[in-house]
């Protein structure tokens, strides 16, 4: 079966520059989801998409921003990196509302020197 | 956000059956209780969903009394494969919003 494809699967930026994650929620999903995973620590809710339009925000910081496009994928982009932006970025994927469970792909690593 | 609460860890032996039990005492009533899975670098896993009573699937079984102030999730028969860290979510049904809280890390001993 289809799953969320993310990428890049690795990523080197340098402080201060900018990064473009992309997501490709599974065929029919309609609601993107991003989480941040930080070295031993549980994921954090970042932002989401239903139907293209931003849907609930959790703790994204203002330099990041994302959005939906027509065919459903979904890019976060971050800008003015820091150090502590280095993290395992989660995108998610879900079929509507009425709590449908959410499939996850296996993440694109960021690392900021 | 009904805030839930589990074991930090758990440790089992090879074939033996794991219970891991979620605290939600703030659950509403149009909240779902999840269950997912997560190995190291890798995005976690779905395993089950519930609402109330006893849900059933090929992998595991979800308990939920019925005030629904905890689940219990079993795992039969584990495995060292299922060494993972396992996390209890509560969400409603019309959130766009899932939190992860601590999850609990499952070791499964030979």
């Known amino acids: 079966a289809a799953g969320v494809i993310q990428s890049p699967r690795h990523l080197i930026k340098e402080k201060r520059e900018t990064a473009t994650l992309k997501c490709y929620p599974i065929?029919?999903?309609?609601?993107v989801y991003w989480y941040q995973q930080g070295p031993g620590q549980d994921p954090q809710f970042l932002i989401s998409f239903y139907e293209k339009m931003q849907s609930d925000k959790g703790s994204i910081p203002d330099r990041f921003s994302a959005q939906q496009f027509s065919d459903y994928h979904s890019e976060l982009n971050m800008s003015s990196l820091e150090l502590g932006d280095s993290a395992l970025y989660f995108c998610a994927s879900a079929q509507g509302l009425r709590g449908s469970p959410l499939h996850f792909g296996n993440g694109t690593r960021l690392t900021v020197t | 956000l009904a805030k839930t609460t589990q074991p930090i860890s758990m440790d089992s032996y090879e074939g033996q059956e794991v219970n891991i039990t979620c605290s939600h005492n703030?659950?509403?009533?149009?909240?779902?209780i999840t269950w997912y899975q997560q190995f190291p670098s890798q995005g976690p896993r779905f395993i089950i969903q519930g609402y109330k009573t006893k849900v059933t699937n090929e992998v595991a079984s979800l308990f939920i009394p019925a005030d629904r102030k905890s689940s219990t999730l079993s795992l039969p028969r584990v495995s060292l494969s299922d060494t993972a860290v396992y996390y209890c979510l509560v969400r409603g049904a019309g959130s766009y919003q899932l939190t992860f809280g601590k999850g609990t890390k499952l070791s499964v001993i030979p």
């Open positions: 065929p029919r999903h309609d609601t």
């Open positions: 703030n659950i509403a009533t149009n909240d779902y």
